[in-house]
């Protein structure tokens, strides 16, 4: 079954870096658009950053500036490179992608905690 297996959150003080890796398994499908999105408790799941086959990206106007999201086709991974952290970017990250074989089958990752203290 296809999975995608995020790794490399944690723990990390104001002002520091993170990066995030998901990994696409489970399949041989292209893969379209990748993303992270994140939900911290009580809140809305929101659009951190997506990024198309072509490279075109799109982020969330909170992490604009902070954020980048990246792709590496071969690997069959997305990556999230988070620089300048700040609590409020505190929140359980979830890796999504479309697989495309005759349609769209879209896909979520279980999730990885970033916390970020004060």
């Known amino acids: 079954q296809v999975q995608l297996v995020e790794s490399g959150g944690g723990l990390v003080q104001a002002g520091g870096s993170l990066k995030l890796s998901c990994v696409v398994s489970g399949s041989t499908s292209s893969i379209g658009t990748m993303g992270w999105y994140r939900q911290a408790p009580g809140k809305q799941r929101e659009l951190v950053a997506t990024i198309r086959s072509s490279g075109n990206t799109n982020y969330g106007d909170s992490v604009k500036g902070r954020f980048t999201i990246s792709r590496d086709n071969a690997k069959r991974t997305v990556y999230l490179q988070m620089d300048s952290l700040k609590p409020e970017d505190t929140a359980v990250y979830y890796c999504?992608?479309?697989?495309?074989?005759?349609?769209?089958?879209?896909?979520w990752g279980q999730g990885t905690q970033v916390t970020v203290s004060s």
């Open positions: 999504n992608v479309d697989l495309l074989s005759v349609f769209r089958h879209n896909y």
